[in-house]
């Protein structure tokens, strides 16, 4: 069944759920999240605790440390992505980052080295939220799995053009390449290969056969 669209709005609250064995730390987190200005709506001390608080409280973001009890994070980020319920955000320790990439592959969007300053906090959150969206908007586009994942394989590397050859932010390129995507009446898979195949310059080589290049 398709869950309802629970995004905020600019202006809204994003509402945490954070998970972490060590209460000290959970307490720490939580009290920065507040600080930052997030709500948080639910602590585990467990993996499986926070993919039931996740499934019932619909948050906006869930931040899951790696190692915990009954169901480490990562499996946690799994469950959670696979259900596409949030966002997710995990924490490592420093001598955890051979982690990260297994964390990425569950569906991690974003992660932070412990111990973490209040500064690195809100970009990792901020980073996670907007990854998200992005996936959403591709697999809207795109059914198929497998044609999901390329889709989003070459966005990201069309990304990576942008952000050096524009200047843009991660946000800002993938916002390009959706808005020429409109503009064209091309595919965003169509526009992103364009962009890595002959650059922004030559889009319109890349389109061949549409509209926009043809005329």
Do not use: C, N
Not at 54 to 68: G, H
Request: charged share 25%; hydrophobic share 45%; proline share 4%.
């Amino acid at each position: 069944m398709t869950q309802p669209d629970t995004s905020p709005t600019p202006d809204a609250v994003r509402r945490v759920v954070i998970a972490e064995d060590e209460a000290l730390i959970r307490m720490d987190l939580a009290e920065m999240l507040g600080e930052e200005g997030y709500d948080v709506v639910g602590q585990a001390g467990d993996g499986q605790k926070a993919i039931e608080l996740a499934r019932e409280l619909r948050p906006d973001l869930v931040i899951l440390d790696v190692k915990m009890p009954v169901l480490d994070g990562i499996a946690a980020a799994e469950t959670i992505a696979a259900e596409r319920i949030a966002p997710v955000v995990i924490l490592t320790a420093f001598s955890q980052r051979d982690l990260v990439s297994r964390a990425r592959d569950a569906g991690a969007m974003a992660y932070l080295v412990k111990p973490f300053q209040r500064g690195d906090l809100v970009p990792a959150i901020e980073m996670a939220v907007s990854r998200y969206a992005e996936i959403t908007v591709l697999e809207r586009e795109v059914s198929d799995l497998q044609e999901s994942l390329a889709t989003r394989k070459s966005v990201d590397r069309a990304k990576g053009v942008l952000q050096e050859k524009l200047g843009l932010t991660e946000t800002e390129a993938f916002r390009w390449i959706q808005k020429t995507a409109m503009d064209l009446r091309l595919s965003m898979r169509q526009v992103a290969d364009g962009v890595v195949e002959h650059g922004v310059q030559g889009l319109g080589t890349a389109a061949g056969g549409s509209d926009a290049s043809s005329s």
